[in-house]
């Protein structure tokens, strides 16, 4: 079983301001541009089962960030993922997308580690029976390096961080704003909010979630909080797309075959 693993040196607080603002892949999103994307974390068993129904039962899809290296374990986020569940996932048109294989910290990893964490991640998911795109990536913890940033802007259309708030006007698809799923009742207040914001002025919110469970974990969600969210964006009249759509409706063709 895996333990929790929190970045919370001084260093990474620090590294952390500076990758922002450098290794850009800009795009500006039109003024009039409004989108929602849910995602998963890490594909414990219960995203892709009470989290896929829930997302499914409003016609939408999710993307589900893998790290190959959880397959068939169990963790502070419950049971993970399967082939089955990668196939069930993938074949109902949700996006499988990445993270590093064994979920390294890429802020915290030299920049050989994480390319190679990338390949033997992208090599295990075909192992395990999956053909589709691989567009998509998520940094682990939400934490990378200039340098990773930069190599992995080359290999994928869209990097996504932690950095909570609405991707708006300028936005960077090697840096992507992402607001969490978790935090009970706070949580969804939070995401009611941010719901109201990008109806009333635009812009691309992306969910983030991990299990999706009665019991779940500190970065989890029960099914109701869940379905609150979602059950709010319909309510808006939001359209809901999988970040690999949006990237293909917003970056250009020639961009895109770049990976």
Same mark, same amino acid.
């Given at each position: 079983?895996?333990?929790? @693993?929190?970045?919370?040196?001084?260093?990474?607080?620090?590294?952390?301001?500076?990758? $922002?603002?450098?290794?850009? $892949?800009?795009?500006?999103?039109?003024?009039?541009?409004?989108?929602?994307?849910?995602?998963?974390?890490?594909?414990?068993?219960?995203?892709?089962?009470?989290?896929?129904?829930?997302?499914?039962?409003?016609?939408?899809?999710?993307? @589900? @960030?893998?790290?190959?290296?959880?397959?068939?374990?169990?963790?502070?986020?419950?049971?993970?993922?399967?082939?089955?569940?990668?196939? $069930?996932?993938?074949?109902?048109?949700?996006?499988?997308?990445?993270?590093?294989?064994?979920?390294?910290?890429?802020?915290?990893?030299?920049?050989?580690?994480?390319?190679?964490?990338?390949?033997?991640?992208?090599?295990?998911?075909?192992?395990?029976?999956?053909?589709?795109?691989?567009?998509?990536?998520?940094?682990?913890?939400?934490?990378?390096?200039?340098?990773?940033?930069?190599?992995?802007?080359?290999?994928?259309?869209?990097?996504?961080?932690?950095?909570?708030?609405?991707? $708006?006007?300028?936005?960077?698809?090697?840096?992507?704003?992402?607001?969490?799923?978790?935090?009970?009742?706070?949580?969804?207040?939070?995401?009611?909010?941010?719901?109201?914001?990008?109806?009333?002025?635009?812009?691309?919110?992306?969910?983030?979630?991990?299990?999706?469970?009665?019991?779940?974990?500190?970065?989890?969600?029960?099914?109701?909080?869940?379905?609150?969210?979602?059950?709010?964006?319909?309510?808006?009249?939001?359209?809901?797309?999988?970040?690999?759509?949006?990237?293909?409706?917003?970056?250009?063709?020639?961009?895109?075959?770049?990976?």
């Amino acid at each position: 079983m895996s333990e929790a @693993y929190s970045p919370n040196s001084l260093a990474a607080k620090i590294k952390r301001r500076f990758v $922002r603002y450098g290794a850009r $892949r800009p795009v500006t999103l039109p003024p009039n541009f409004s989108r929602v994307s849910f995602s998963f974390d890490d594909f414990p068993r219960s995203a892709g089962e009470a989290g896929a129904r829930i997302v499914e039962s409003f016609g939408y899809r999710a993307t @589900y @960030y893998v790290a190959t290296g959880f397959q068939d374990d169990e963790n502070h986020l419950g049971p993970l993922w399967t082939k089955d569940d990668l196939a $069930r996932v993938a074949e109902a048109g949700h996006e499988i997308g990445c993270h590093t294989h064994g979920h390294i910290d890429c802020n915290n990893s030299s920049l050989a580690d994480v390319e190679a964490e990338a390949q033997r991640n992208e090599e295990a998911l075909r192992a395990a029976g999956y053909d589709g795109p691989l567009r998509s990536f998520a940094f682990p913890y939400g934490e990378t390096s200039l340098g990773a940033k930069s190599s992995l802007a080359k290999r994928y259309s869209t990097l996504r961080s932690v950095w909570p708030g609405v991707n $708006r006007g300028s936005i960077d698809c090697a840096y992507l704003r992402a607001t969490g799923l978790d935090g009970g009742a706070d949580g969804v207040a939070r995401a009611r909010a941010q719901i109201a914001d990008v109806k009333q002025n635009g812009g691309w919110l992306i969910f983030y979630g991990h299990d999706v469970r009665a019991q779940h974990s500190e970065w989890g969600a029960s099914e109701r909080e869940l379905e609150e969210v979602v059950e709010a964006v319909a309510e808006a009249g939001l359209k809901v797309s999988t970040v690999g759509d949006v990237a293909k409706s917003i970056i250009s063709e020639e961009a895109l075959r770049a990976r």
